[in-house]
């Protein structure tokens, strides 16, 4: 599950090297965002024929391009990576419109006796990352909607005791390779949507914002009950 994560870097340094080739512009700084939500507006990085590797703003919670309306009724804010090829809202955007979603940590909610405890994981090491991610367009007349999801799957074991799922981390060095839409092999894709390993991650317990819409550093800060 990933119901919200966080982008607090200005420069996508990871993704910067890993498709260097591909960038034709300097992409945008980004403004810090410490509790980004579904059905916003979220940086993504997709392969543009003319553009190159292109840093564009999408909205979270994917709509399928065969829709008959503006917008769904079930959730699609994440794509479970063990059906995601079969799946109609995702199995033409998993052939042919994969993007990467920049992040730099995620929150999962740990279930307890007495209620739910929220967490804060990350990198070990800091950096940013991009999760897996699919887009799509919707149109209709002068109508149009782009929007992605984020693809989970089995949390590592490490993490387990939080969640039993978490966002696909792609290795920088598959981003080339997940971005490029010639790619159509299933099994060679699907091998991508794996746990992160478990000793890469970091987590620690976060307090519950008083306002689900906050968003400042107060929020991924360890919280001790």
Known sequence: MCGRYTITKSRLEAAERALAKLIEYRWPDLPPRYNTSPGTEIPVIRLDPERGADLVRLKWGLLPYWSKESTIRYSTINA?????????????????RRCLIPADGWYEWQKLPKGKQKWWLSLKDGADFCFAGLWDR?????????????IVTDAAESVRHIHDRMPVILAPRNYEFWLDPGVEE???LKALLRPA??????????????????????LVKPFAA
């Open 197 to 218: 390993p478990g000793a890469s991650i970091s987590a620690h317990a976060v307090a519950n914002p008083p306002r689900p819409r906050d968003d400042d550093a107060s």
């Open 186 to 188: 299933v099994p060679a």
């Open 80 to 96: 479970m990576a063990e059906t995601v090829e079969k799946k109609p809202s995702y199995r033409v955007p998993f052939r042919k």
């Open 138 to 150: 919707w149109h209709r007349g002068d109508d149009a909607i782009e929007s992605c999801t984020i």
